[in-house]
């Protein structure tokens, strides 16, 4: 289930709005100029599916909302759990280029989720947003927005990823370690399942 925690960027002992009702996180999130939106889910797609299954599978969606927007690259990258001996430090090194704040200055982050989950923490206006994204959600983090995303350790997700600029996904790091002082994917997964 979807879940939205906003704290003050000081840190995470105050909790600001804490909700799972879709309506409720579209309506937080809008004046920040962030997209959230459930698009339906496909039962039938396989949580590891490849990009032919999931472009079939979600074609009406990803036609309507590169039309809406003229995306000039539309792809779907997924990370799942496997025996591959390499995993493990795949699986590390992604979290960890996401897990540092930053900021895309030449394109927007839109996401969707077609399994699995992961948070995309906004830090905007003196606060932090932390958007648990599970199968179904989509999130557009606009273009200068500063953000980091957690996986958690052990990643499992296939997201379709749609871009304006051709270069595919560029961030601008900020250097700051913001990121350490808030809940991880981790604690916030185990805390909304519990």
């Given at each position: 289930?979807?879940?939205?925690?906003?704290?003050?960027?000081?840190?995470?002992?105050?909790?600001?709005?804490?909700?799972?009702?879709?309506?409720?996180?579209?309506?937080?999130?809008?004046?920040?100029?962030?997209?959230?939106?459930?698009?339906?889910?496909?039962e039938?797609?396989?949580?590891?599916?490849?990009?032919?299954?999931?472009?079939?599978?979600y074609?009406?969606?990803?036609?309507?909302?590169?039309?809406?927007?003229?995306?000039?690259?539309?792809?779907?990258?997924g990370?799942?759990?496997?025996?591959?001996?390499?995993?493990?430090?795949?699986?590390?090194?992604?979290?960890?280029?996401?897990?540092?704040?930053?900021?895309?200055?030449?394109?927007?982050?839109?996401?969707?989720?077609?399994?699995?989950a992961?948070?995309?923490?906004?830090?905007?206006?003196?606060?932090?947003?932390?958007?648990?994204?599970?199968?179904?959600?989509?999130?557009?983090?606009?273009?200068?927005?500063?953000?980091?995303?957690?996986?958690?350790?052990?990643?499992?997700?296939?997201?379709?990823?749609?871009?304006?600029?051709?270069?595919?996904?560029?961030?601008?790091?900020?250097?700051?370690r913001?990121?350490?002082?808030?809940?991880?994917?981790?604690?916030?997964?185990?805390?909304?399942?519990?």
């Amino acid at each position: 289930m979807t879940l939205l925690t906003t704290w003050p960027e000081s840190g995470p002992d105050t909790v600001v709005r804490r909700t799972s009702e879709p309506a409720e996180i579209a309506a937080a999130l809008a004046p920040l100029g962030v997209r959230y939106e459930q698009w339906p889910v496909r039962e039938s797609v396989p949580f590891d599916a490849d990009s032919d299954t999931v472009f079939a599978a979600y074609g009406p969606e990803i036609d309507k909302l590169n039309a809406e927007e003229g995306f000039t690259t539309v792809d779907v990258l997924g990370l799942h759990p496997s025996d591959d001996p390499e995993f493990p430090a795949k699986a590390k090194a992604a979290r960890e280029k996401f897990l540092q704040e930053h900021t895309h200055d030449d394109d927007d982050e839109i996401r969707f989720f077609v399994s699995g989950a992961g948070i995309f923490y906004l830090h905007v206006n003196g606060e932090v947003h932390a958007v648990l994204c599970e199968k179904g959600d989509l999130l557009g983090v606009p273009r200068g927005t500063t953000h980091w995303f957690d996986m958690g350790t052990s990643p499992s997700f296939t997201a379709i990823r749609f871009f304006h600029e051709e270069d595919g996904w560029i961030g601008t790091f900020t250097g700051d370690r913001i990121a350490d002082r808030f809940p991880d994917f981790d604690t916030i997964a185990a805390g909304h399942r519990a």
